[in-house]
């Protein structure tokens, strides 16, 4: 089982400073140092690193993107991770916080950042204390501050607490919270990596992305993108929640079936019941059929089966679950979430909602299951922010998939005013 | 009247220290969240004397505090202790929603409201990234997983 | 096509647009309308409404018109069936919770949900939910109500708040479906520039509370014209239903206002229906007061004031007209006693401004494109607040920088690069310093309360600037310090890198009209000086006056010695509003007559005569030259039965035995283009959209810096500023004004150590003591001037603060507890 960001994870006090050098703690800075920044950067490029937060997006390129010759940089971590079903950032930032702090550091010398924040959602009061005494660590023994082990690169990290706001994990929302703003999403163009943190190029990166980059240049590009698939390298995170024996993170090798994942990893399902559905990359993502268990968990796969792999969360439903009740609260999450700041969305979910819990209360009407897909169909992709989309996935993919679900409940509604 | 504690302004000063100076505006949710520990919530004298120290305006602090979940705005503090109780997908798979309402029932207080004593605070609340843990709570900073009617009384029990 | 332009099709139609254009202005150009909602060209994109959703060819999503710049050889569709289903989702969201109370809505008629619905939208609505509870109708400040049930939360209003007004008192409050607009803590939104807000909220969310259920919008009749508060002389539209007035909205006008107006402009106009208005003509020349038709009033008028001048020599006659007459007002006004009556005595202001400029005299949106600009002795916040606003736009969300050279600390600190006070009273001596600096002589600037080093900083912005524009206001400039300020200018000019140009800032509303109209004893309209005898003949013929008339205060003071026997005096109340105030009481009182031509009975018409109704600004047609030299036709609105005043002006004259008929003001108008150097273009029709610029008058004259000093302090009290405060309590706005909650309380501005020598602390209650005159003020210790100087803001008439003030304008005040 080839693991790298969970290889120690359970080593006794590995938050401490001492014992993370142990296990070969920030042995890359000396290796990064010795090459220019732009060859990290290909390093990064050349191992098939994809963002872990969501989108996926190819994690080298996305550096490479800064404007060029601007000044400030900024580096923002997302560690906001809010996404419902997925806890994996949590459990890198409360057991090994320095292999973060590592990370930041290399994509900060790779990107000619003088200044990273670490924006933890406010619910994270206590990581943030964690991270807190890491960053004290790091900055005692050099590795952060003026002149980083003589190289002549300087670095500060910072932590910074949200307040209990989803959107503020899409990147630009993250930025304008980091501001002191309304979490709300900003237009793009411009992107953040021309126009980010106070309006200057800046690299906005989940926290299992981060946690990579010691790995890669540790260990060379070239071992890293053999791991994994053709277009999906790497080890993912994955959290396995729901109805499953042993609901935990589990570091997975990209590529390997679903069906491992959740019989083998998680022990299977929970007293031995059916598989009925599984949402595989988080709350914002099409849920798939039992059927549909021996896809491939990569990027390409997950999406030719008609979903995402997202951030990494795998749901799981058994076959006690009427997919209504799961649509509404996944629904419900996002009404409470939607920043209200575009009309669709804001009017949108709340729509879905109302249809929705008269549909679970048994007041549906037949109508309604064609109603909600138009709705679904006016809000994707007009929304301002994929959040909007978001909250269409699973009212849109419960219908299609578990169209059966939305009508034995409106059956029992005729049935009871017969 | 509101005022920052001695120690609320060591702290104040090392969070002005994590901002460029002309963007000190960064120190918003850092402020509100000092003051609402401080205080249990985040009234308006005390907007007041945020905007004034990083020069914006009141309404501007009321917009932004009212955006987030974690403020208690107005005059009543929070409970001693808040009980934020998950009730997302993964917790609610795992039976969360019966959990709740035993909770609920045990401080004798409805879902959102403090306990007569000023004890607790129990909301309903979105995920919390512990999924792995459901059902899960979190009980001030502190997260508890994988709880069960027992678990509650014995935490909820603990706690003075 | 240019390297700044970008050629698109847009349904079929190809158009060449500048670079940056959003999407949906250029559709515009071409008259493809594309829906919005919360796009206005003023705040820029924010793209959350989601109506204006149009199909890009290439890219998978709809794309937001609103917030995509147009792209080179980019093929926009605005009508395919993807984009119309689109549209009549938005506009099903849109409408989800908004109450269907149109029939009853204000904003029915001018509503563009109302209309996009009719446009766009679906046939019904699907929803067959509770609507949202929001609160209906509520008051958000004593003038504007908002209904939350209406908001559709586009947050033009709160943007507006952000990015124009910059003050953030508006605000988004709350997340998601819970979103509402609001201020802190529930208090009234009551800014400067409150209710725009109104104007531009594409629902009936904001409405002006004046108006609320007073008329349908369709009922209206419209009189597109101008605000007559101040000199920026913002486009309006006033509506009038059967003869009443209803409400004021902004008309936009780049070259002026940039689309706005303040709240004076919009609840200011109580005076046309205020009780005070005075409405007869009367006259007590034949014993106990009487009124008779304004005809007669007139005649008797012209006749008793040829009556005196030819008795005593027309020196003995004189005229004080106002800056805030028209243009025709002020030329007919001049030409009857200059022609008819044959005096000079002849003025507006008691301030020294004199017309014509060194350098180029700048409209107002030569700001937009100044790298720096210099205010200098201006408040625009509180004189000109329209300014207020282009100027913070530019300095925020523009390329210039802001320099504030000022005797008191303004709002406008709050956005300057570079803030210098001097003290009150070192004006003179700090422009010549500044001058000779630039010239490359010493500039002293000992006990002017400013270090060389700030000069120099001063000079330094000046001197890497491309382009400055000089805001300065003259009425706040004492003793020959615009003088020395013109000479300063000059040399500013003479900085080859840069352009350069100056607005003269005087607040008032046709102060630059009244200059350029020859209301002054020493020119003739344009410019034209007493001392060129030969061109005041060409201009003016061969009998016009050439002896040096008497400026407003030397009447007064002539008056009070009994050498001037006859005042005129039209809409100014001199009693008020000159220094010294109750002297000026007294000197009028000595006149053998009186004449006062008004709209509203003051201090000074009760001393009258013979009093004539002036229609005025709402009424009255006439043009005005705002601050930028820019002519705009002030058109009227309501109807009267008096005539207007520059009907009664020519009655006057024609008493006299002048012939001209003028059928309308612009007959008059019509003469002046003919007979005013600068106004030759000017007509009916060249002004009728956006205003014309005026030639500026000739540059005169500007005194040599040497002899600049700092005015000597009369006692060793402190010395006196007379600041400018908005929505003073005075005859315009008065007690029954419908902006009465933003009248102020009498606040006197100490430096600390003044305060701590005289042993004040914030909230004493104090007199300001000068000569026999005493103002009752509260104790601000503030930044506000250095120490020696005390700023007064002048918030009513009953206040009186004038009477502190010297004849030249600056005085020393004792500070003594109350
Ligand atoms: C509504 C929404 C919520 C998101 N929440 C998170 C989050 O909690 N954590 C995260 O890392 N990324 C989140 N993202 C993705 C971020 O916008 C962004 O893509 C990511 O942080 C980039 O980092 P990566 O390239 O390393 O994945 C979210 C995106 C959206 C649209
Ligand atoms: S009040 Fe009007 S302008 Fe303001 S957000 Fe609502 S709809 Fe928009
Ligand atoms: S007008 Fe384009 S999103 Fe509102």
Redo the contacts between chains.
């Keep these: 089982m080839t693991q790298i960001l969970f290889k120690d994870i359970n080593k006794k006090d590995l938050h401490t400073l001492a014992v993370y050098e142990e296990t070969g703690g920030y042995k890359s800075l000396k290796k990064a140092f010795a090459k220019e920044p732009d060859e990290i950067i290909e390093m990064v490029k050349a191992s098939g690193l994809r963002g872990r937060g969501g989108a996926g997006f190819p994690c080298g390129l996305k550096w490479s993107f800064l404007a060029k010759d601007v000044f400030p940089r900024y580096l923002c971590c997302n560690a906001d991770e809010s996404e419902p079903g997925t806890c994996k950032d949590r459990e890198l930032l409360l057991k090994n916080p320095h292999l973060l702090i590592e990370g930041m550091i290399l994509c900060s010398y790779a990107c000619r950042i003088e200044t990273g924040y670490i924006y933890l959602r406010g619910e994270f009061y206590d990581l943030c204390e964690i991270m807190e005494k890491a960053l004290e660590e790091a900055y005692a023994k050099g590795y952060l501050g003026k002149n980083i082990l003589g190289s002549g690169f300087d670095l500060d990290i910072h932590t910074h607490l949200g307040a209990g706001a989803y959107i503020c994990g899409e990147e630009s929302a993250l930025l304008n919270s980091l501001e002191g703003m309304r979490g709300e999403p900003r237009m793009k163009p411009p992107f953040p990596a021309v126009q980010g943190l106070y309006a200057k190029p800046t690299v906005i990166n989940n926290v299992e992305t981060l946690c990579v980059v010691p790995y890669i240049v540790n260990e060379g590009a070239e071992k890293y993108a053999a791991i994994g698939t053709e277009k999906s390298k790497g080890t993912k995170l994955v959290s396995v929640s729901g109805h499953v024996k042993k609901p935990a993170n589990y570091e997975v090798v990209l590529g390997t079936p679903v069906r491992e994942i959740i019989y083998d990893m998680a022990g299977g399902m929970r007293d031995d019941n059916q598989l009925k559905a599984f949402i595989p990359g988080g709350s914002s993502v099409p849920m798939l059929r039992a059927d549909q268990v021996d896809t491939p968990y990569d990027y390409e796969s997950l999406q030719a089966a008609g979903s995402m792999l997202g951030s990494g969360a795998l749901i799981v439903l058994d076959h006690t679950v009427n997919v209504v009740e799961t649509s509404l609260r996944l629904v419900s999450f996002y009404m409470h979430e939607s920043c209200g700041k575009c009309t669709p969305c804001r009017e949108g979910t709340r729509w879905m909602w109302q249809i929705l819990h008269q549909i679970q209360t048994g007041k549906g009407e037949a109508a309604h299951v064609e109603e909600l897909l138009d709705i679904c169909d006016n809000m994707s992709f007009k929304c301002f922010c994929p959040l909007g989309d978001a909250a269409v996935a699973p009212v849109a993919s419960s219908i299609q998939n578990f169209r059966a679900d939305y009508e034995e409940l409106l059956q029992r509604m005729t049935a009871n005013t017969v | 009247m509101f005022a920052f504690s001695e120690q609320a302004e060591k702290e104040i000063e090392k969070i002005l220290n994590?901002y460029?100076e002309?963007?000190k505006?960064?120190?918003?949710?850092?402020l509100?969240?000092l003051t609402q520990r401080q205080e249990g919530h985040v009234s308006?004298d005390a907007?007041?004397e945020i905007a004034r120290r990083?020069d914006?305006?009141?309404?501007?602090?009321?917009?932004?505090a009212?955006?987030?979940?974690?403020?208690t705005l107005g005059d009543t503090p929070v409970g001693k202790y808040t009980i934020?109780f998950c009730?997302?997908?993964?917790c609610?798979?795992?039976g969360c929603d019966e959990l709740l309402d035993y909770t609920a029932k045990k401080l004798n207080i409805q879902v959102g409201e403090t306990t007569a004593d000023k004890k607790f605070t129990l909301r309903r609340?979105?995920?919390?990234?512990?999924?792995?843990?459901?059902p899960m709570m979190?009980v001030n900073?502190?997260?508890h997983e994988n709880i069960t009617p027992a678990r509650i009384d014995q935490i909820l029990d603990s706690l003075k | 096509m240019a390297d700044n332009e970008v050629t698109l099709t847009i349904d079929d139609q190809t158009i060449t647009v500048p670079k940056g254009t959003k999407v949906v202005d250029a559709a515009k150009t071409v008259g493809i309308e594309i829906p919005v909602f919360c796009y206005h060209e003023k705040l820029g994109s924010l793209g959350c409404c989601r109506m204006c959703l149009v199909e890009v060819e290439k890219m998978p999503k709809l794309m937001t018109a609103c917030t995509m710049d147009v792209g080179p050889d980019m093929v926009v569709k605005t009508t395919t069936e993807r984009v119309e289903k689109a549209q009549k989702g938005v506009l099903e969201f849109t409408l989800l919770n908004h109450p269907l109370d149109c029939p009853v809505c204000d904003k029915g008629g001018e509503c563009p949900l109302q209309n996009n619905t009719f446009k766009y939208g679906p046939g019904d609505t699907r929803m067959d939910f509770q609507r949202a509870n929001n609160l209906k109708a509520a008051p958000l400040s004593p003038v504007i109500t908002l209904d939350r049930e209406r908001c559709i939360a586009c947050q033009r209003c709160t943007r507006y708040s952000e990015v124009i007004e910059q003050d953030r008192a508006l605000v988004m409050l709350n997340r998601g479906f819970h979103n509402e607009v609001g201020t802190f803590n529930n208090e009234p939104y009551d800014t400067r520039f409150s209710g725009n807000v109104i104007d531009i909220c594409p629902v009936g969310a904001l409405t002006n509370t004046q108006f609320r259920f007073k008329a349908r919008t369709w009922d209206l009749t419209n009189s597109d014209t101008l605000c007559a508060h101040c000199g920026c002389n913002c486009n309006m539209t006033l509506g009038v239903r059967t003869n009443k007035f209803m409400r004021i909205e902004s008309r936009p006008n780049d070259y002026v206002d940039d689309g706005w107006i303040c709240d004076k402009a919009r609840w200011g106009y109580d005076f046309l229906e205020s009780k005070n208005r005075i409405m007869e003509a009367r006259t007590t020349l034949d014993g106990a007061s009487k009124t008779l038709p304004v005809k007669d009033a007139a005649a008797q008028a012209a006749n008793a004031l040829k009556k005196i001048a030819d008795e005593h020599g027309p020196g003995s006659i004189g005229f004080i007209g106002s800056p805030y007459g028209t243009n025709e007002e002020l030329y007919l006004y001049q030409k009857l006693f200059r022609q008819q009556l044959g005096t000079n005595n002849i003025d507006h202001k008691v301030y020294a401004e004199t017309p014509g400029l060194p350098i180029p005299h700048y409209d107002v949106s030569e700001i937009e494109t100044s790298d720096l600009v210099l205010v200098i002795a201006s408040d625009p916040t509180e004189e000109l607040p329209i300014l207020d606003l282009r100027i913070k736009k530019v300095v925020t969300r523009g390329n210039a920088k802001l320099a504030v050279l000022n005797d008191q600390s303004t709002l406008m600190d709050r956005y300057a690069h570079l803030s210098l006070r001097y003290d009150i009273g070192a004006a003179a001596q700090v422009f010549a310093a500044l001058a000779n600096t630039l010239a490359g002589e010493k500039g002293e600037v000992q006990d002017t309360g400013i270090t060389g080093e700030q000069l120099n900083s001063l000079m330094d912005m000046l001197k890497s600037s491309k382009k400055t524009t000089i805001i300065y206001n003259p009425a706040a400039l004492t003793g020959q310090s615009v003088d020395v300020l013109k000479h300063l200018l000059s040399e500013i000019g003479k900085i080859s890198s840069m352009e350069c140009g100056a607005i003269p800032a005087a607040p008032y509303t046709n102060a630059v009209g009244a200059l350029d109209m020859g209301v002054l004893p020493n020119y003739y309209p344009g410019g034209v000086p007493l001392a060129d005898a030969e061109a005041v003949k060409q201009q003016s013929g061969e009998n016009s006056p050439l002896e040096a008339g008497l400026s407003a205060m030397e009447m007064i003071e002539k008056a009070n010695s009994g050498e001037l026997k006859a005042l005129l005096v039209h809409r100014a109340n001199p009693v008020v509003d000159f220094p010294g105030s109750k002297k000026i009481a007294d000197a009028l009182k000595k006149l053998d007559l009186l004449i006062v031509h008004d709209m509203l009975e003051t201090e000074t018409s009760q001393l009258a005569g013979i009093v004539l109704p002036s229609n005025g600004p709402g009424h009255d047609d006439g043009t005005t030259t705002n601050i930028g030299g820019r002519v705009q036709f002030r058109k009227g609105g309501l109807k009267t039965t008096n005539a207007p005043d520059w009907k009664i002006i020519s009655m006057m004259a024609k008493t006299l035995g002048d012939e001209t008929d003028y059928i309308t003001s612009f007959s008059v108008t019509d003469e002046i283009a003919k007979m005013v150097p600068g106004y030759g273009d000017i007509s009916k029709k060249s002004i009728k959209k956006m205003g014309l610029a005026r030639t500026a008058a000739q540059y005169q004259n500007g005194t040599k810096p040497d002899s600049a000093k700092s005015q000597p302090a009369k006692s060793d009290g402190l010395k006196l500023r007379i600041a400018s405060y908005l929505f003073a309590h005075d005859k315009i706005l008065d007690a029954d004004s419908r902006l009465a909650h933003q009248f102020k309380p009498s606040t006197v501005h100490l430096h600390e150590d003044d305060a701590k020598k005289l042993g004040l602390k914030n909230g004493d209650d104090v007199i300001v003591v000068s000569g026999d005159t005493q103002v009752r003020a509260e104790v601000e210790i503030s930044g506000k001037c250095n120490p020696g100087g005390v700023v007064l803001p002048r918030i009513s008439d009953e206040q009186g603060v004038l009477g502190l003030a010297g004849a030249d304008g600056i005085s020393s005040v004792e500070i003594r507890k109350a």
């Excluded at chain 2, 505006?25 to 850092?30: G, I, N, T, V």
């Excluded at chain 2, 914006?56 to 932004?64: D, E, K, T």
């Excluded at chain 2, 009212?66 to 403020?71: G, K, L």
């Excluded at chain 2, 609340?125 to 459901?134: D, H, I, N, Q």
Aim: glycine share 4%; charged share 15%; with cysteine.
């Design positions: 994590k460029p002309k963007h505006q960064s120190a918003l949710l850092p509100l969240t308006p907007m007041r990083l914006v305006s009141p309404a501007y602090v009321q917009s932004v009212s955006f987030y979940t974690m403020y934020l009730i997302n997908i993964s609610q798979l795992n609340e979105e995920c919390l990234a512990a999924c792995t843990g459901g979190r900073d502190t997260y």
